[in-house]
């Protein structure tokens, strides 16, 4: 039996490959993330491990700022800790970091940002090679006076830095110039080059501490004495630190690095890992729907095995094999795909992350994984077909082939209408508010009409083929009609082939919707609310924020009216519905941290804000927001039961809980979108030295003169003395802003259009195996004289049905889904928005791609051999 | 042709030394070897033989479906040896008309739809009048808009016999079109057929190895090992069946 199943398989290698196709994609997909996902997480732990291997324990301040950005921020410790530890027991050697976010500037005055990929760090020199993770490379020397600087290898290659030049770099504080005194990197693995990690500036203490405005020290490293162990180490640390200090040991700290750079490689791998999960669950449709009708077309052979006595047992078990042999051999294919995609990626990072050269490890998880996904999708999605195939009778073998021909149960009906209409119920009650389910209630109740359609799909799909192929006899005569009823013919199969093709248009509609809601919001918070300004000054794409030097310039132009600085800080809000329920939970504090929501906040100047922005419904009507208090979203202050002349709580690592007034509320989202606005005195007082920089400055000048103009005379001055700074007109800025957006959405189209590939090739299959089904009618067809261009022109109306058929539904449920979930999102303040070019163009493309599939199909079907066809049984 | 006059008149297909070899070498199968014969319009007549014989490639080949080794089939005035195959498509939809054993219809089109599908992929507008007389002879009016799978063997025949004759062709030809029908449908299958040729004056060239069918033509002609071996005009079952018995069948 084995045996007849394996030559099965191999005596339809085409069938072997049409089927195995969406598996090989899905899993290319998958394993190459994988891969390159191991590849980044190995590359950086041994950085880390390296940079950090001479470190047997650290000291730093037990208290955190939760940060959106990345890990936590800590405030510094004083200088004397150092003297303290230094001399404890055990400890060979102590010295203290130091480290910040500068913008450091190539030879043309353009600021270095990459797109992706870690933040350029500066941080103090130490001299102590066990506590110093990096090596100077030959000729180079540690930076000894405020004017010189150590720089990594990477951006001394990239940018054609050497010993002796000089480089600028723009720092909290201002702009610096620095002489290159060495040039450093990573000896990771004791390998003899050195490797960068981040873009780095390495300078002198006391310089560091000035210019990234640290007080002490970030964390001090240690270094054990010999004969001391690490645990030891942090036991005798413990005994002799105050308590708003911690101790971490070596290991631990190295561990907890690692884990924030995976969970930053995660940010980045788990959404291209999901789009590789939709793929397998389209290809699963496309798996189950091949299968069926390789068991239909198969019906004689199976009866007849039947007829000789194989029991339903076997029958399965053929079934089964040809499964996992199909899914083996394709995921073997999609596992070598993948690992090429992965080298693809890695080449794709390489201006991000310094990666080893050549291909990626293929790690074992990647191929386990790529495996069981690739053997496992498709054995469930054959199951139903394969216990199908053990009901065929053995009388079978004597008739005619079998086309599948059940008819649709009453159950089936039952079943889908519930479904469906439970589906549009929940999402209709949720979008009128009637139910308080928020996005998962919308969620849900997409599920259910999902589930629901795909139940109902083959009672759809006869009628809705028929009527998106009515006009086609008419235009198209016989071929037109006769496409448009093998559409129709088999509604099981249409319905299945149009729905995986469903899914992938409704994610992308879902998706279209999304962009072009958030589109018109950021189009209207920055372009009406602040029709005003004329021009941004901001520090792009960094996190380093401005040195003073733009605004200050920008102050002293006659040109200028107003300019209206912006920061950003996080705290820690103690009063949300959020924080009160995690509190009721977890208590007042953690680890000595005050549990509550951690929140973005702005701080804007003062009064000039009010002049400079259109704030919607400010309530009440204020003309400055004083110090220590806030502006809060009307919508967020509505949910926490706050109003204007309340006091809330706020918690800083800096300064401790803070007591601010509500000031006024207002009514939708300004500039970036906070829901927190203060004044800038109250935001410096706050912020770790991190946040205490200009982030952005909206100027408006005076009234007549034209932005674009202004521009043109202040630019360079302002790349002189302020080179860190991007500056541009409103109007640029927007579409900067939007072209960002632009090319993340273009990414995630590019991501599901892997599952409507597949889905499309799904098409292409059914159409292709139905064309195998029906020979003997084509044959028919070209002997009563149907030329072959009216034979293929029948195929291809038939294929483009299914695919418009597929194509529609999804926009429809897209259209759906997409308003309902940027409606349900609307605490960000985003209106949906449908974009009936997108739309109509989504719709388009799927029509051609059903003409694009059908021409091999097509081909095949004027090439029967009408004699062979038509002969007698 | 030198008398164009003569064919339009009086003979509706012919072959001319019409052969037909299958491989080549050792395995070479003669199923045609140089068969000369022509089809006058209005005449029934029946191919017969034994299995083997070469009476369905005769048919294949004399209506366009297959090609001649050497020699020629000519008909209405066209040498199908010179047509390429777009050309030889439309003859067979303009000029032929088709009668199968089995799966003879268009299972997702309706009857009428079947009958006028030849016309409807050239684009032609059926002749109402004699599509009414053909749909009445084979009696077929009152299951117009029924699909096949509505409809019993012997209609799906008579379906398959109204759609030859719809588009008016120059020749009929069929193929054991009796074969997968019980006695009395075949029976009445062949009368539509006589009917056609006696009442609306069509050409038809039926093969078949059953003796009854044969009786209902005009000319019997006799094939064996791919030769035409003898020709009986006004056939009865009983004579052709001796000939058959004689012919070793």
Known sequence: ?873 | MTDTQTWSTTIAAAAINATKIYGSGDTQVVALDAVSAEFNKGQFTAIMGPSGSGKSTLMHCLAGLDLLTSGSVLIGGDDLSQLKERDLTLLRRDKIGFIFQAFNLIPTLSALENITLPMDLGGIKPDQGWLDTVIDTVGLRDRLSHRPSELSGGQQQRVAVARALASRPQIIFADEPTGNLDSRTGTEILTFMRKAVDELRQTIVMVTHDPNAAGYSDRVLFLADGRLVDEMFEPTAAKVLDKMKALGD
């Not at chain 1, 041994?46 to 000291?59: E, H, K, P, R, T």
């Not at chain 1, 640290?214 to 004495?225: N, P, Q, R, W």
């Open chain 1, 1 to 873: 039996m084995l045996r007849v199943a394996l030559k099965s398989v191999l005596a339809r290698k085409r069938r072997l490959f049409t089927t195995g196709f969406a598996i090989v994609l899905s899993v290319a997909f998958i394993s190459g993330t994988l891969v390159i996902t191991a590849l980044m997480n190995s590359t950086l732990d041994s950085l880390i491990g390296s940079s950090y291997d001479g470190i047997d324990a650290i000291v730093r301040s037990a208290e955190a700022q939760e940060s959106d950005f990345g890990p936590p921020i800590r405030p510094t410790i004083p200088d004397s800790t150092l003297g303290l530890v230094s001399a404890a027991k055990g400890v060979r050697a102590a010295a203290g970091l130091v480290q910040g976010l500068p913008t450091i500037i190539d030879k043309n005055g353009d600021r270095i940002q990459d797109l992706a990929g870690p933040p350029t760090l500066a941080f103090n020199w130490i001299d102590d090679p066990e506590l110093q993770g990096g090596r100077l490379a030959e000729g180079g020397r540690p930076p000894v006076t405020p004017e010189e600087v150590v720089i990594d290898v990477r951006t001394a290659e990239e940018y054609d830095f050497s010993i002796g030049d000089q480089v600028q770099a723009g720092f909290p504080v201002g702009l610096r110039t620095f002489t290159i005194v060495g040039i450093g990197g990573i000896p990771v693995d004791g390998q003899e080059n050195l490797v960068a990690g981040p873009r780095v500036l390495l300078l002198e203490l006391t310089t560091a501490q000035q210019l990234l405005g640290k007080d002490g020290f970030d964390y001090i490293a240690l270094s054990a004495a010999d004969g001391v162990s690490q645990v030891d180490l942090q036991r005798t640390l413990t005994t002799i630190l105050p308590p708003d200090q911690e101790t971490l040991t070596g290991e631990e700290f190295v561990a907890e690095s690692e884990e924030t750079i995976s969970r930053l490689i995660s940010l980045f791998t788990q959404p291209i890992l999901a789009f590789g999960f939709v793929a397998v669950f389209v290809g699963s449709f496309v798996i189950y729907n091949t299968f069926s009708i390789v068991v239909a077309q198969r019906t004689r052979e199976l009866a007849l095995l039947r007829a000789v006595g194989s029991g339903r047992g076997q029958i399965l078990g053929s079934v089964m094999v040809e499964a996992v042999v199909v899914g083996l051999v394709a995921s073997t294919v999609g596992i070598a795909g993948g690992w090429a995609l992965s080298y693809g990626l890695k080449v794709a990072l390489s201006s991000s992350f310094s990666l080893p050269p050549g291909l990626p490890p293929l790690t074992p998880q990647a191929i386990l994984v790529g495996l069981g996904i690739g053997i496992g999708s498709t054995l469930i999605s054959a199951f139903v077909p394969g216990i199908r195939a053990t009901f065929i009778p053995p009388i079978a073998a004597l008739g005619e082939t079998a086309i599948d021909r059940t008819a649709l149960s009453v159950r089936r009906k039952v079943i889908g209408s519930v479904l469906l209409l439970a589906g549009i119920a929940i999402i209709a009650l949720v979008s009128a508010d009637t139910l308080n389910w928020g996005l998962s209630g919308r969620g849900f109740g997409a599920a259910l009409l999902f589930l629901g359609i795909t139940t109902l799909g083959p009672v759809f799909a006869g009628p809705m083929a028929r009527t998106l192929g009515a006009p086609l006899p008419r235009f198209r005569g016989v071929s037109g009609r006769i496409g448009k009823e093998n559409a129709g013919r088999n509604p099981k199969r249409t319905a299945i082939t149009a729905v995986a093709l469903s899914i992938g248009v409704c994610l992308v509609v879902v998706v279209a919707i999304f962009a072009a809601s958030i589109r018109a919001t950021v189009q209207d918070q920055l372009g009406n609310q602040l029709a005003d300004v004329d021009l941004v000054v901001d520090s792009g794409t960094g996190f380093a924020g401005l040195g003073p030097e733009p605004r200050e310039f920008l102050e002293s132009r006659p040109e200028v009216a107003l300019v209206n600085p912006i920061r950003f800080n996080q705290g820690t809000l103690l009063d949300t519905r959020g924080a009160k329920e995690d509190q009721a939970e977890k208590g007042e504090s953690e680890n000595g941290i005050p549990v509550g929501d951690s929140e973005f906040l702005i701080g804007v100047d003062r009064t000039t804000i009010f002049e400079i922005a259109n704030i919607e419904d400010l309530t009440p009507p204020i003309a400055e927001i004083p110090d220590d208090e806030v502006m809060v979203l009307a919508q967020e202050a509505e949910e926490n039961g706050w109003k204007p002349g309340d006091t809330i709580r706020v918690w800083f690592a800096k300064t401790g809980e803070q007591r601010w007034r509500i000031a006024a509320t207002f009514g939708s989202r300004i500039g970036n979108g906070a829901e927190y606005i203060t004044n800038n005195e109250t935001q410096a007082k706050n912020a770790l030295p991190e946040f205490d920089v200009d982030s952005t400055i909206w100027v408006k000048l005076q009234d007549g003169l034209d932005p674009e103009t202004v521009l043109a005379d202040l630019k360079p001055e302002l790349k002189k003395i302020a080179p860190t700074a991007g500056f541009n007109t409103i109007g640029d800025y927007v579409g900067e802003r939007l072209a960002i957006l632009d090319s993340v959405v273009n990414l995630i189209y590019v991501l599901l259009g892997l599952s409507i590939v597949i889905a499309l090739v799904g098409v292409g299959n059914t159409i292709s195996l139905s064309i195998h089904e029906r020979t003997r009618e084509l044959g028919l067809l070209r002997a009563v004289g149907m030329t072959r261009s009216q034979l293929a022109e029948s195929v291809i109306w038939e294929s483009v049905i299914i695919a418009l058929a597929g194509t529609v539904v999804g926009l429809v449920i897209g259209v759906v889904l997409g308003t309902t979930f940027v409606d349900g999102i609307d605490q960000q303040g985003i209106e949906p928005v449908v974009s009936v070019v997108t739309v109509a163009i989504i719709g388009i493309i799927g029509a051609v791609a059903g003409v694009f599939l059908a021409i091999r199909p097509s081909r095949r079907a004027t090439r029967v051999d009408v004699l062979a066809a038509i002969s007698s049984v």
